[in-house]
């Protein structure tokens, strides 16, 4: 405790000149670092921000240089030293999160709406396409051929609209990635269905493709690696509606967000306290065993993440129905009155 307070008289002994220089540092310039950002298109954003700067900062540099607006939905990641992605806090300095540059990161969807039809802008179901399409293709998403297809059809259709037999050639859904494998018979059938999309709007296509892609059982599902209390690997999935558990790829329980009264972790073990169900008398804790520390730590603070943004969404959407519904009622009894 001593040692914190050792240098408070230290200015009483500093000569003239020492004084002098002191403000000369204050006036230095702050230092900055390039940043490389990958956007969802492929292309880069490179900039330059403050060493101090915090994460959020970065953020909204991001998304005005995408004219994004809806920006909650999206965070930037980056790799550590195991190469396992993070997501960059928007509340903390960017140096203290990466030790080491350069300062590269992903531009990305955080949190999957559950109805992407609630969003507001076209642009951002655009870069909500552009992340799924990812998903796809690295097989976090996975689909079956009949799901491969209809997607990758309204995927061309936005980027080429309508089908022109004297503009495209017969291989020209071949420059396209929409599957992990793609075969030539997934592209005849992406060809098939596009030609009969004549008159569909870039826009309504993307729609079309939200809300077929909101209904695969791996839609927003953010996987970990884990161990239940027996030893066998399992995996959590963290998503929209609460936190998922897949033995074989197969989902065998499911903990909604309101189920769930407590989220902990100690070194490499993660907990879940649940709520007692209609015929239990008391709650209950379960465990899981993460690879290391840093993993748990990660699944703890994306379930955090969640809940809360999730949580806050359900009370907004609430909070807007009743207020469109008290207008419906008050224009009901003005009709009233006035006749």
Known sequence: MSDEHRDTDDSSEKTPSRMSRSPQKSSKRPKTAPVKVTLLDGSAYETGVEKLCKGQALLDMVCEHLNLLEKDYFGLTFSDTESHKNWLDPSKEIKKQIRMGPWHFSFAVKFYPPDPSQLIEDITRYYLC???????????????????????????????????????????????????????????RVME???????????????????????????????????????????????????????DRLRINRFAWPKILKISYKRSNF???????????????????????????????????????????????????????????LCLQQGVSEV
């Open 130 to 188: 552009l992340q799924l399409r990812e998903d796809i293709l690295s097989g976090r998403l996975p689909c079956s051929f009949v799901t491969h297809a209809l997607l990758g059809s309204y995927a061309v259709q936005a980027e080429l609209g309508d089908y022109d037999p004297e503009e495209h050639g017969p291989d020209y859904i071949s420059e396209f990635r929409f599957a992990p494998n793609q075969t030539r018979e997934l592209e005849e």
């Open 271 to 329: 907990y879940i306290k649940i709520r007692p169900g209609e015929y239990e008398q008391f709650e209950s804790t379960i465990g899981f065993k993460l690879p290391n520390h840093r993993a748990s730590k990660r699944l703890w603070k994306v379930c955090i993440e969640h809940h809360t943004f999730f949580s806050l969404h359900i009370l907004l959407l609430i909070i807007i129905s009743v207020h469109n519904a008290c207008k419906v009622n």
């Open 193 to 247: 269905l596009h030609r009969t999309y004549r008159g569909m709007s870039p826009a309504e296509a993307e729609i079309n493709f939200l809300e077929n892609a909101k209904k695969l059982s791996m839609y927003g599902v953010d996987l970990h690696h884990a161990k239940d209390s027996e030893g066998i690997d399992i995996m959590l999935g963290v998503c929209a509606s609460g936190l998922l558990i897949y033995r």
